[in-house]
Nanobody, 123 residues
Framework: QVQLVESGGGLVQAGGSLRLSCAAS????????MGWFRQAPGKEREFLAA????????YYADSVKGRYTISTDNAKNTVYLQMNSLKPEDTAVYYC????????????????WGQGTQVTVSS
């Protein structure tokens, strides 16, 4: 059974940084794609970044390009999201997800989801 467990969320001041982690287990992920999304209250789930385990290809939403960096540690089956220059509008629940298909920004094309971790950015 696939499990994705996020950690690293919390409260940070505007301009600060956080690194989220997502520990993955339950299958061999070498051919899969890992993504990060977020959802703020009253808003739709928003794609942030994705990365293939195997080739290291990455894909970012324009809204976070240059501020967020996705990376993986294959030995630990963990995917990270480094978030810099955080803004109050980055406040949301952040989710990691696994797609068995291809590099994509479409939430419906992800097959497994973590439970989410809250990120709050104060002004």
């Amino acid at each position: 059974q696939v499990q994705l467990v996020e950690s690293g969320g919390g409260l940070v001041q505007a301009g600060g940084s956080l690194r989220l982690s997502c520990a993955a287990s339950g299958r061999t992920f070498s051919r899969d794609v890992m993504g990060w999304f977020r959802q703020a209250p009253g808003k739709e789930r928003e794609f942030l970044a994705a990365m293939s385990w195997s080739g290291g290809s990455t894909y970012y939403a324009d809204s976070v390009k240059g501020r967020y960096t996705i990376s993986t540690d294959n030995a630990k089956n963990t995917v990270y999201l480094q978030m810099n220059s955080l803004k109050p509008e980055d406040t949301a629940v952040y989710y990691c997800a696994c797609s068995l298909r291809f590099l994509t920004s479409v939430a419906a094309q992800y097959d497994y989801w973590g439970q989410g971790t809250q990120v709050t950015v104060s002004s």
